[in-house]
């Protein structure tokens, strides 16, 4: 079965430097689809990026970037230039897309950003 | 343009009571599910479906029940709401199998007491 694992349960940045949040996961297939999800206090989730597992370009989204390694199932996510509003949670998820529960999500635990002034 | 619209935002019930979590989306999409997130779990799928008529049970789907007869609406039963089932409830819809990723309600945070 597939699982995502974010071994980073809290992270800390300073307002206006960079930040790397880790995410791993464990899959036989080798077409997916990866995505990071932001959860601030409102609860609202929201679609931070996507990474197509078939390119080998990573996904970026104005200060948000990937780094996607196939080989290593690595899928990390990069803030620049860190904001007080990029605080959140922050999920990194596994889409499936085969057999039982196709096109359904598989979440980390999530990582607590904080961002200090 | 409302996306994916959830009701209650709140709700507290006693142990043995029965309600439905609603979930409604506009946008057409043929996929929905249901997810519970619990601190320190992420989120975890429920129920999901496929199209109207279609649904199929996910990692945690015991004590909860669901339906699809339209493509708009997906609501979430709890049957005999206990305590464990505390937590909060998302509703979300996508296209093209989630491939670009799911659009989510708000939420529900429902507490048995």
């Known amino acids: 079965a597939q699982t995502v694992t974010q071994s980073q349960p809290e992270m800390s940045v300073q307002e206006a430097e960079t930040v790397t949040l880790s995410c791993t996961y464990d899959?036989?297939?080798?077409?997916?689809?990866l995505f990071w999800y932001k959860q601030p206090p409102s609860r609202q989730m929201i679609l931070v990026i996507r990474?197509?597992?078939?390119?080998?370009q990573n996904a970026t989204e104005n200060r948000f970037s990937v780094n996607f390694q196939k080989a290593a199932k690595s899928f990390s996510l990069k803030i620049s230039d860190s904001q007080l509003g990029d605080a959140a949670m922050y999920f990194c998820?596994?889409?499936?897309?085969?057999?039982?529960?196709?096109?359904?999500?598989?979440f980390g635990k999530g990582t607590k950003l904080s961002v200090k002034p | 343009n409302a996306g994916v619209t959830q009701t209650p935002k709140f709700q507290v019930l006693k142990t043995g009571q029965s309600m439905t979590l609603q979930c409604a989306q506009d946008?057409?999409?043929?996929?929905m599910s249901w997810y519970r997130q619990d601190p320190g779990m992420g989120l975890r799928l429920i129920h999901y479906?496929?199209?109207?008529?279609?649904?199929d049970q996910g990692e945690v789907p015991n004590g909860y029940n669901v339906s699809r007869s339209t493509t708009e609406d997906f609501p979430l039963r709890l049957l005999s709401a206990a305590p464990s089932q505390t937590s909060v409830y998302f509703c979300?819809?996508?296209?093209?199998?989630?491939?670009?990723?799911?659009?989510f309600g708000s939420g529900t945070r429902l507490t048995v007491v």
């Open positions: 479906s496929v199209g109207a008529g279609i649904t």
């Open positions: 946008m057409n999409h043929e996929y």
């Open positions: 979300a819809s996508s296209y093209s199998e989630g491939r670009y990723g799911y659009t």
């Open positions: 998820a596994y889409l499936m897309g085969y057999g039982g529960s196709q096109g359904n999500l598989i």
């Open positions: 990474q197509e597992a078939y390119k080998q």
């Open positions: 899959t036989s297939e080798s077409d997916y689809y």
